[in-house]
């Protein structure tokens, strides 16, 4: 049976990608390794983008030695954490997650979460194309029994801001009482409530209706998931440029799948990584542009916190460190390296503008 639905889901995943534009080389003898990898179901994301760019790089550098099946949706595993398992089992090869997907299994993940860590995406990429990855894909494989390896981190949808229904939010005093969708872990539930709002857990399909009914009245979501689900229409009208969390995407692997790959093929696959990496950096800058256009087109307002009061909410939102390295497994490891991999891209970005402006 899974043979079949297996054998079905290529054929649509195939058809998906041609229509999405993408690249798909077609070996002229069946490849020696066969790789599925599961995306979400939006073939327009970057997550979408970067797996076309890792396929057309891999099949194509290992000259069809390698090919890559792409599954999109949740047909083959439904979550985070089944989709893991099935990375762990080997009945899957490459997956997406969220670091909310992930945190379950591996929940020193929930680093990305906290808040106003990375200051632009000029650190943040500095930052996860150094070491500092290594760190959580030791930790993972650890975890995991030598299972899941974590081959790269790139983007999903850019930044997370603060949006709601009421009112400008400039300060952390501004966001006073506001009542915040969030999902239903401690983390984002501790940031709302540092800043002085109220978090309040909600379903994503659900939060279209709860803005409408004022059963929520702010959410922490990227410009893009807010216009894709036409949350303007349901009374979103604030956005707070303040970028308090980068929006990490970790792509897992079989490790043995990959360990079993000959030593040429391994660099292919880490280089095909590094092109996905790349392409979903890009894509969510290209495709926000429109967007924050159509959001103040139909009367949304932007703000752009000042440096002091970016400081404040960084400030205000301090506590949550604490409490991600006294109540996460592995926080304070992971905490500590990236604040050191922070510091030292901020060093040398700030040393490199100096030389720039001379």
């Given at each position: ?107 020193y993940v929930q680093v990305f979460d906290l808040p106003y860590l990375l200051r632009d995406d000029r650190v943040a990429e500095a930052v996860l194309t150094g070491e500092f ?155 926000s542009i429109q967007a924050y256009q159509d959001f103040v087109d139909i009367g949304g307002s932007l703000y752009v916190p000042t440096p002091e009061e970016k400081a404040m ?46």
């Amino acid at each position: 049976m899974l043979g079949r639905m297996t054998a079905a889901l290529s054929t649509v995943a195939v058809g998906a990608a041609l229509a999405a534009g993408g690249v798909l080389a077609t070996p002229t003898q069946a490849a020696d390794f066969n790789f599925r990898a599961i995306v979400g179901p939006d073939l327009n994301d970057e997550d979408y983008d970067g797996i076309i760019v890792f396929k057309d790089y891999v099949e194509s550098r290992s000259n069809g030695r390698i090919e890559i099946e792409i599954f999109a949706g949740t047909t083959l595993c439904a979550n985070g954490a089944e989709c893991l398992q099935g990375i762990s089992d080997g009945t899957l090869d490459v997956y997406i997650s969220t670091s909310g997907g992930a945190a379950g299994i591996f929940p020193y993940v929930q680093v990305f979460d906290l808040p106003y860590l990375l200051r632009d995406d000029r650190v943040a990429e500095a930052v996860l194309t150094g070491e500092f990855p290594y760190v959580i894909r030791d930790k993972a494989l650890e975890d995991s029994g030598g299972t899941i390896r974590l081959m790269t981190i790139g983007n999903t949808g850019g930044w997370r801001n603060f949006a709601n229904t009421q009112r400008v939010v400039r300060t952390p005093s501004d966001m006073e009482g506001l009542k915040i969708r969030t999902i239903v872990a401690d983390l984002p539930q501790e940031l709302v409530k540092a800043l002085g709002a109220s978090p309040t857990p909600i379903p994503w399909p659900e939060l279209f209706t709860s803005f409408q009914t004022g059963v929520v009245e702010g959410s922490k979501n990227g410009i893009t998931d807010i216009m894709g689900m036409k949350f303007p229409d349901a009374g979103l009208k604030f956005v707070t440029l303040d970028g308090h969390a980068y929006m990490g995407a970790l792509w897992w692997i079989n490790n043995q799948r990959f360990l079993d790959l000959p030593d040429d093929l391994k660099v292919v696959m880490v280089n095909g990584f590094t092109e996905l990496q790349q392409a979903t950096f890009a894509s969510p800058k290209r495709k926000s542009i429109q967007a924050y256009q159509d959001f103040v087109d139909i009367g949304g307002s932007l703000y752009v916190p000042t440096p002091e009061e970016k400081a404040m909410f960084r400030e205000a939102a301090s506590p949550v460190y604490d409490w991600f390295k006294d109540n996460v497994r592995g926080g304070p490891e992971v905490f500590d390296a990236l604040v050191a991999a922070v510091g030292e891209a901020e060093a040398e970005i700030d040393r490199l503008n100096a030389l720039a402006v001379q």
